[in-house]
Every structure is written in structure tokens, then in C-alpha cells.
């Protein structure tokens, strides 16, 4: 064979290899919580030598995912795995201007011990659900949380049942979640089992309720303003399971967010962001 003919044979055989692994579709709406999660269980029966069924192999995996013919992974979508025997999780909230657009994500899993490594494709394909334009959003600082306990289905379910609970809305859906590391907050020492914290930002179709809105009394303003709790009512419906941080609540209306300036922090609790002015809505 010359060259060319080597050339050709190879890409053949590649195009094979890369082939054998299915692209796996997912469908996720604009503006609502995306969450995949890398499952090492399914990863390791990718590696050779194959286990069999009931092998309790416990390589260390890790994951690399980047956006097809880029470096890294697109701004939205954020990547988690805290140690490389836990699963890797993929999370961010999917954006407006990429409706209809495919996003083809590389997922390269490498075995730590035997340096293997498989391949797959993830295609992102972001729907438009004009169920999903949430007028009013509330973020939560949760303190006693990491993201990626956070992202586990069954948690974030609790807190938008608890939510739910203090707000009453007929929908609430996850819109976003953040690391409180990736808005400059610092590791805790690995002493009594502190957290990072996370950011959780929740939307409905209504209005705040108004144990929501206790925060932005005087009284509990001053109370934050001098680093003390404020009271806040509903704060029992937490309290067993997550730790609010109420002087860190943000309530936006998005009707009247006029500019998104770049900065959004620091923010001053109970406020709205972003806006210079602030009107109160009419009591109800
Ligand atoms: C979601 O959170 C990330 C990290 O804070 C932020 O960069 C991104 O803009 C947020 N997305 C939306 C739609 O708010």
C-alpha cells in the first residue's frame, strides 16, 4: 500500500472504532436545569479487559468533556466530579440563543489504573418550551450543601418541595445551580463536615410569597447588615435539611430587569438585582 492508501485504510478503521459507539441524544429545554450525569458504573464496562457481570472492579475514572473541536466546554455548561470514584456530573442551564442549535459534547473517560480510555459523543439538542419563561426567580444560598450533592435528583427535589411549600406556586421548576467556589467562595476546612454552599435559583409564574419577602423588613435587614439571622418564618420548613443563608436571598422579577450588567455581585440581600431602582409590587 502507498501513503495515501495507508491514509485511507486508516480513516476507514477509525471511522469503524468511532462508530461503535452510539452518539447518545438528550433534549433539554432552554432555561430550565440540565443535569447528566457520567455514571463510572457505565463507563467501566467500557474499558478493556471487559468485566464481567458481578466483577467489582473499582478503577478510579476519570472524565474529560469538551465541546467538539474546542478546548473546553461551552460557557453554560459546567462540569463536577469530586473524586475519581464518584460520577462525573455535567449541569448548567441551557441558553435561549442556542434553541435548535446542536451542541456535541466529547466525553472522554480515562481509567486511572490501566490508562485506557473510551469515547462518546453527547448531542445536546436545547428545545424552546415557552412553558418555561419564569416571570418571578428566587436564588437560594444553601450552606450546608455542596453543588454536586445538590444536582442528586432526589435532593433537589426535596428543596423544590420545600420551596414549594413556603411559596405556592401551581409549577416551580430548577433554573440554575452554582458552586459557591465559582462565585469566589473558599474550600471549608475538612473539619465538622462544613460545606462550600451553592446558589440554587428556583422560578414560578407567581408572585414572591410573602414569608419570601420577611427578608427585606427593616428589622431584618439591620439584622443582616450586622452579620445576625434574620427571622424568617418559614425558615423550619428548611431547617432539617437545608441550611438557608436569607440575607443572600435574591428575588427577581424579570419584567423589570431592564440591563443585565455584567456584575452581579455583590448583591444586597432581598433585592432585586441588577436595577437601580427598586419598586416594591403592590400588596396583595
Ligand atoms: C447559571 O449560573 C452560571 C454560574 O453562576 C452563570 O454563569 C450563568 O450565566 C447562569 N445562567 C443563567 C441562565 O442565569
Redesign the pocket.
Same mark, same amino acid.
Do not use: A, K, Q
Given at each position: 500500500m502507498d501513503s495515501v492508501g495507508v491514509l485511507v485504510w486508516l480513516s476507514v478503521v477509525v471511522t469503524i472504532l468511532s462508530k461503535s459507539h452510539a452518539d447518545r441524544n438528550v433534549y433539554p429545554s432552554a432555561?430550565v436545569l440540565f443535569v447528566h450525569v457520567l455514571e463510572r458504573d457505565y463507563f467501566k464496562g467500557e474499558f478493556p479487559p471487559y468485566p464481567k457481570p458481578g466483577d467489582a472492579s473499582n478503577d478510579p475514572i476519570t472524565f474529560n468533556t469538551n465541546l467538539m473541536g474546542y478546548p473546553d466546554r461551552p460557557?453554560?455548561l $459546567?462540569y463536577i466530579q469530586r473524586t475519581p470514584r464518584s460520577d462525573g456530573v455535567l449541569y448548567?442551564?441551557p441558553?435561549w440563543d442556542h434553541i435548535d442549535k446542536q451542541t456535541v459534547i466529547e466525553i472522554t473517560a480515562y481509567n486511572r489504573h490501566t490508562f485506557e480510555t473510551a469515547r462518546h459523543n453527547l448531542v445536546i439538542n436545547i428545545k424552546s418550551t415557552e412553558d418555561f419563561h419564569f416571570q418571578y426567580q428566587a436564588e437560594f444560598f444553601i450552606r450546608n450543601m455542596n453543588v454536586e450533592e445538590m444536582l442528586a435528583s432526589e435532593v433537589l427535589g426535596d428543596f423544590l418541595g420545600a420551596v414549594k411549600n413556603v411559596w405556592q406556586p401551581e409549577r416551580l421548576n430548577a433554573?440554575?445551580?452554582?458552586s459557591a467556589l465559582? $462565585?469566589g467562595g473558599r474550600i471549608p476546612l475538612p473539619i465538622n463536615n462544613l460545606k462550600e454552599g451553592v446558589?440554587v435559583?428556583v422560578g414560578t409564574e407567581v408572585q414572591f410569597s410573602s414569608c419570601l419577602r420577611e427578608v427585606e423588613t427593616p428589622q431584618n435587614q439591620l439584622r443582616c447588615s450586622q452579620e445576625m439571622e434574620p427571622v424568617i418564618s418559614c425558615d423550619k420548613k428548611f431547617r432539617t435539611q437545608f441550611h438557608i443563608d436569607w440575607c443572600k436571598l435574591s428575588l427577581v422579577d424579570i419584567k423589570r430587569v431592564v440591563t443585565v450588567p455584567h456584575e452581579r455581585s455583590p448583591h444586597r440581600p432581598g433585592m432585586l438585582l441588577d436595577i437601580g431602582e427598586y419598586n416594591p409590587p403592590p400588596s396583595r
Open positions: 432555561g460557557g453554560w $459546567r448548567g442551564c441558553p433554573i440554575n445551580i452554582t465559582d $462565585r446558589y435559583v
